[in-house]
């Protein structure tokens, strides 16, 4: 089945440690996107991809960082400069098209700090 | 940017019940999407409506580009339907989207 696989699902980080989150998708969706959601907000963008090998900040983006090397894959990394991490992440892809596209969500990943 | 407001905040409705969810925004657009967020967090696509009308068994939505809002109905609501409901809408000329804060509905059997 096409769809958008995020893993794991729940995540632990120490203080002062980097986590990765994964991120793939098998629909061939040229667009992919990270968000944030804390506990009874709406979603906030953290960064977005629209073609291999280039992506653009979002609202959130200080202390987080990503890569696109793989059309498929679209991993967020949570570095120890991001104080407050503790909070559900989504990641997200779409088509690019000439106007904008459905997008599609994976079922999320819970960051806790220990 | 563009803005989202979502009305109600919160909703109790008795099963059976029928209900209609408001999002308001702040400037021309040509996309809007409707999402349901179950309790476990999952993000389902209800609809991609940049205008006019469409359904869904008992959902229902419109949007009224002109005017700049959009409308969730659900009728003969069911204890599934529980969980939050949020609209987006893409930025100006660009494909990420922005999101309400969600209208958080219960029913009640």
């Known amino acids: 089945d096409g769809g958008i696989t995020q893993s794991p699902k729940y995540l632990f980080r120490k203080e002062g440690q980097n986590v990765t989150l994964s991120c793939e998708q098998n629909?061939?969706?040229?667009?992919m996107y990270w968000y944030r959601q804390d506990p009874g907000q709406g979603l906030r963008l953290i960064y977005y991809s629209q073609i291999v090998n280039d992506f653009q900040k979002g609202d959130i983006a200080e202390g987080y960082s990503v890569s696109r090397e793989k059309k498929e894959s679209f991993p967020l990394t949570v570095t120890s400069a991001q104080k407050n991490p503790t909070a559900f992440y989504l990641c997200a892809s779409s088509i690019v098209g000439l106007f904008n596209q459905p997008q599609h969500f994976g079922d999320g990943t819970r960051l806790s700090i220990l | 940017g563009i803005q989202v407001e979502q009305s109600p905040p919160d909703l109790i409705l008795q099963e059976g019940a029928n209900s209609t969810l408001r999002c308001n925004f702040s400037?021309?657009?040509?996309?809007l999407q409707w999402f349901h967020q179950n309790p476990w967090g999952q993000l389902i696509n209800l609809f991609y409506i940049p205008s006019g009308t469409k359904q869904n068994g008992r959902l229902s939505a419109t949007t009224v580009a002109t005017e700049r809002y959009s409308l969730l109905y659900i009728s003969s609501s069911q204890t599934t339907d529980s969980g939050v409901y949020f609209c987006?809408?893409?930025?100006?000329?660009?494909?990420?989207?922005?999101f309400g804060k969600g209208t958080r509905l219960s029913v009640i059997a």
């Open positions: 987006a809408v893409p930025r100006l000329g660009n494909t990420p989207l922005v």
């Open positions: 400037d021309s657009v040509n996309n």
């Open positions: 629909l061939n969706h040229d667009a």
